[in-house]
């Protein structure tokens, strides 16, 4: 019996009949490799692209949306409030990028790809992200494993660090006290990154390419009732797709309480902008690396940039925190433990004013590692969140990821994928 295709105005997709026996039509789903492989066929009958709608246009979906488009889909962009909002964990001025993330991971070869992405894009769109500072991850625990076992890693991943005694710290950056540090690694093409302007211009060179993007919330109603054929919007419309790509940040689990649900905990995360002393450029993203200090809180800083001041937090998380309507107040607690360890660390900023505070949130999970998978009962949906305050920086490398696996059928790596957690409750 020989299947031949047929259009189905019907179904609006693709079936295939036998010539013997016309009336029997055997529907088959078009996976989003054969949509593509059909839009680069002659046959006006192949002409379709897939119609994909990616859910927030932070770091983890403008990227995706971007590199959809780039393989040649049909995209629409959504985010509720914009790219890089003030409610957004892709909000704020600066994040971190580095690839020290301890052994056996993932994530520094992941960072590794991003760094290149990161400066693929900036050549092309002729805008400076990155800003190449270095960073320094001080080690002030008596337990250095992670430190150790950071390093394979960064090699495998080439990323250029060096390891540096305290001697050497303490003349190349004599401004920090290295009082209890016993080493540190260094790791000089990585730096900064601009958060806001970044997803801003991620999502322009979407519109400019020919993406589709839209101010608009989607509703939760309906979302977990499989299939899932279309999204209510907030305006009123609905927005239909072939796939759906939700990359919510700290809204993942409110939007699927069954599928996530308390797995991505929205946390309050304070930031801190300190004005170094007039005339003392020693606290400057010149003449100082970002900084992180391994020690029983993990304290992280990034140098004064853009005239803002010196950016630094406490990185434990925080209480539980509403992105939507939370007040973004930060505690006096824990300004005052910023306070005590700045006066310690960076001696020449005691006592100097406080200019400027913001209010994050991380969307954290139980591990802290990252969700990247298909909705337990829709395979038409991804899923991919879970920050975890670790995010922004993969943005591009993550966006490539999971272009391939939407638009080839792929399948997620173990390591992010929500079986994970079973697995962990059934242990």
């Avoid at 006006?44 to 709608?53: E, G, N, Q, T």
């Avoid at 600066?94 to 790809?113: F, V």
């Avoid at 300190?274 to 100082?288: E, K, T, V, Y």
């Avoid at 140098?303 to 973004?328: C, L, N, V």
Wanted: with cysteine.
């Amino acid at each position: 019996m020989r299947l031949l295709p047929v259009k189905d105005a019907a179904r609006g997709s693709l079936v295939f009949s036998t010539r013997e026996k016309p009336h029997r039509i055997f529907p088959v789903p078009l996976s989003p490799r054969i949509l593509l492989i059909a839009h680069k066929a002659k046959s006006s009958l192949m002409k379709v692209k897939p119609h994909i709608a990616v859910i927030g246009a932070g770091a983890f979906g403008g990227w995706t949306a971007f590199q959809l488009l780039e393989r040649g889909a049909r995209v629409t962009l959504l985010d509720a409030w914009g790219p890089g909002n003030s409610r957004a964990s892709s909000g704020g001025e600066t994040r971190i990028m580095r690839g020290t993330y301890g052994p056996d991971q993932p994530y520094s070869k992941l960072a590794g790809r991003a760094l290149k992405l990161w400066q693929k894009y900036e050549r092309r769109w002729k805008c400076r992200f990155l800003h190449r500072t270095g960073v320094l991850w001080m080690v002030s625990s008596r337990d250095d494993a992670y430190e150790r076992g950071s390093l394979a890693m960064l090699g495998e991943a080439r990323i250029k660090f060096q390891e540096f005694s305290t001697t050497e710290m303490k003349k190349r950056w004599p401004q920090i006290n290295f009082s209890d540090v016993h080493w540190g690694i260094y790791e000089p093409e990585c730096g900064y990154l601009d958060a806001r302007a970044s997803c801003q211009a991620v999502v322009d060179a979407f519109v400019d390419e020919g993406g589709a993007y839209r101010q608009a919330a989607v509703l939760s109603h309906g979302l977990e009732d499989a299939p899932l054929r279309s999204l209510n919007l907030s305006d009123g419309s609905r927005l239909k797709a072939d796939y759906y790509v939700f990359a919510c940040g700290p809204w993942m689990g409110e939007l699927f309480p069954k599928a996530i649900g308390a797995l991505v905990r929205p946390t309050k995360q304070d930031i801190f902008f300190f004005g170094p002393p007039a005339g003392d450029s020693r606290f400057a993203d010149a003449q100082l690396p970002v900084w992180g200090d391994h020690r029983d809180r993990f304290f992280y800083g990034i140098p004064g940039s853009d005239a803002r001041g010196f950016k630094m937090a406490d990185d434990t998380r925080g209480a539980a925190f509403d992105p939507t309507y939370g007040e973004r107040v930060v505690s006096p607690a824990t300004l005052k433990r910023v306070r005590d360890y700045l006066a310690f660390r960076f001696p020449a900023m005691k006592d100097v004013p406080l200019l400027e505070t913001r209010v994050c949130q991380y969307e954290q999970t139980p591990d802290s590692n990252f969700i990247l998978d298909r909705h337990p009962l829709m395979d038409n949906v991804w899923l991919l969140g879970g920050g975890s305050g670790h995010g922004f920086k993969h943005g591009p490398a993550l966006g490539e990821k999971m272009a391939e696996l939407v638009l080839k059928d792929g399948e997620p790596d173990q390591f992010w994928s929500l079986s994970r957690f079973q697995k962990a409750k059934a242990e």
